[in-house]
Nanobody, 125 residues
């Protein structure tokens, strides 16, 4: 059974940093590129980042360039999303997803093979 479990969310003050973790089981992790998405109430889930199979290529949503950093550790079957200088507009539920598709970046949530349940991030002003 494939599982993607996000963790690391919580309440953080604006200007601070936090790291989200996506722990994956039940698949060969290195065969999948890992996407990060976020969603706020009433809005469509939006693409944040896509991390290649070996972590060498990472694509980001343009508006968060320089403040977010994606990475992965294939030995630990884990992907990460670091948020620096958090802003109130970063408040959202953050999700990770896995895709074996050769296309990168994959910005469509529905095209990923497996998806997590999300972790809430709240940034206070």
């Amino acid at each position: 059974q494939v599982q993607l479990v996000e963790s690391g969310g919580g309440l953080v003050q604006a200007g601070n940093s936090l790291t989200l973790t996506c722990t994956v089981s039940g698949l060969t992790f290195s065969n999948y590129h890992m996407g990060w998405f976020r969603q706020t109430p009433g809005k469509k889930r939006e693409f944040v980042a896509d991390i290649s199979w070996d972590g060498a290529k990472i694509y980001y949503k343009e508006s968060i360039l320089g403040r977010f950093a994606g990475s992965r550790d294939n030995a630990k079957n884990t992907a990460y999303l670091q948020i620096y200088n958090a802003k109130p507009e970063d408040t959202a539920v953050y999700y990770c997803a896995a895709s074996a598709d050769v296309i990168m970046p994959l910005r469509d949530w529905d095209l990923y093979d497996y998806r997590g349940q999300g972790t809430q991030v709240t940034v206070s002003a």
